[in-house]
């Protein structure tokens, strides 16, 4: 079955909307892994729109599975990553007028750039993951420069509504995850995934593991945060391969 990580990034949302200390997305992360959370991630932006570098600083103390750390690959954020150390980088890529990440990095357009940022992360012992569209010329670039995984962006999925275009989205995955399959790439997924969607995309038997965050967390505003993510487990739980 694949692994879950839960996105914090929308609890912190809701505390900086009064420039607060609640909610604190240190207590979110601690219910999601007590309830059965396989990593954390949290996307710290340039404008510090949600994460804060106090809830890295905390995080990476208190957090007992994985820390997946999702940032561009500028140089602030390299010296972020290398201070912070997490678990996992993700590049991905950012702007500032963007309400969530809206696409995948493009990696084949930068490789060499992409490939100095890897290395970077690579010499400090952090494994690295790159944030992609479902796209085969950008798996094959993600190959060139070194990274360890893909992820790769289920959003057009998920945004999709009829039955044509939602069979056209997975195929597009689904091929993606073939090719970085055979790379011998190891592979997440994300973005847009809810209790509805998610079930194509966690049967797919290659896919590691599902970052899923706006979706829990919404959940969670009527559930609670440690059933919204035992209800997400539930599900992946039910992929799980016979012994």
């Not at 990593?39 to 404008?47: C, F, P, Q």
């Amino acid at each position: 079955m694949p692994k879950l990580g839960v996105n914090i990034d929308h609890v912190a949302t809701l505390r900086e909307a009064r420039k607060t200390v609640e909610p604190d997305p240190i207590i979110a992360a601690s219910i999601a892994e007590l309830a059965g959370a396989d990593s954390i991630v949290a996307h710290l932006r340039e404008d510090r729109r949600h994460i804060q570098d106090r809830d890295l600083k905390i995080l990476r103390k208190i957090v007992k599975t994985k820390l997946d750390l999702e940032m561009a690959s500028t140089p602030e954020m390299m010296k972020s990553a290398l201070y912070f150390k997490p678990d996992l980088v993700t590049l991905v890529p950012e702007r500032r007028e963007e309400l969530t990440t809206e696409g995948g990095l493009e990696v084949n357009l930068n490789i060499e750039g992409i490939k100095r940022a890897v290395k970077l992360l690579h010499d400090a012992d952090i494994v690295v993951s790159l944030f992609i569209d479902p796209d085969i010329d950008q798996v094959k670039a993600s190959h060139k420069v070194d990274a360890d995984y893909v992820e790769i962006n289920t959003g057009r999925y998920s945004e999709a509504r009829s039955p044509q275009d939602i069979e056209a989205e997975y195929a597009k995955v689904l091929n993606a995850v073939k090719i970085a399959e055979k790379l011998r790439l190891r592979i997440n997924a994300g973005h847009g995934l809810n209790y509805k969607n998610v079930s194509r995309i966690a049967a797919i038997p290659e896919i590691s593991e599902l970052n899923i965050g706006h979706s829990i967390i919404s959940r969670s505003v009527f559930v609670g945060m440690e059933r919204a993510v035992r209800e997400m487990k539930e599900i992946l739980d039910s992929f799980r391969q016979p012994i």
